[in-house]
């Protein structure tokens, strides 16, 4: 099976052009709509404060969204998932290899996504995202994410996952 990962140009612009002219629009209405509303900010965890709630909210906004379409959530249906993620976090962070970041609105997270740093390559773990406050959050939050990436030097964005529309 195929896994999708997206190489990384030099800048944004040039990830941007890859794209289709509607997806180029999309992506970037979603994200100016989304990300320039007053309160609106995204962060990357850094403390191990800001570690515990962003893995509460994850668990939280990952088993909202997949509930919304009626189906558990990874960490609904399986503890040790869960489990996993607080145990690997903190050694990540420690490391200096933990790519988490939020999204939030006046405080309230908004959207999780959490992957990790290795050889050059952002390896994106997993998501959640709030559908009742939007549903490009979750597309709002990467685009931000690729960004950084690209402002960082990173060579791939790699979702780990089969190939889908984002």
């Not at 944004?12 to 979603?30: H, I, K, P, V």
């Not at 515990?52 to 503890?79: C, E, I, M, Y």
């Not at 773990?125 to 709002?140: I, K, M, R, T, W």
């Amino acid at each position: 099976r195929g896994f999708s990962a997206v190489p990384l140009p030099a800048d944004y612009d040039t990830f941007l052009a890859g794209m289709s002219a509607n997806r180029r629009q999309q992506l970037r209405r979603t994200t100016r709509k989304i990300l320039s509303q007053p309160g609106v900010e995204v962060r990357q965890v850094a403390t191990a404060a800001e570690l515990a709630t962003a893995l509460l909210s994850l668990f939280q906004l990952h088993g909202k969204r997949w509930r919304s379409v009626g189906q558990p959530g990874v960490f609904d249906r399986n503890g040790r998932e869960r489990e996993f993620y607080e145990r690997f976090t903190p050694v990540a962070l420690e490391r200096g290899w933990l790519a988490m970041f939020t999204l939030a609105d006046n405080g309230e997270h908004k959207a999780v996504q959490i992957g990790y740093v290795y050889r050059g390559v952002l390896l994106q773990l997993q998501e959640g995202f709030d559908p009742d406050y939007s549903p490009h959050v979750g597309n709002a939050l990467r685009a931000w994410v690729i960004q950084d990436c690209i402002r960082q030097g990173l060579r791939e964005y790699d979702f780990l996952g089969g190939h889908s529309e984002h």
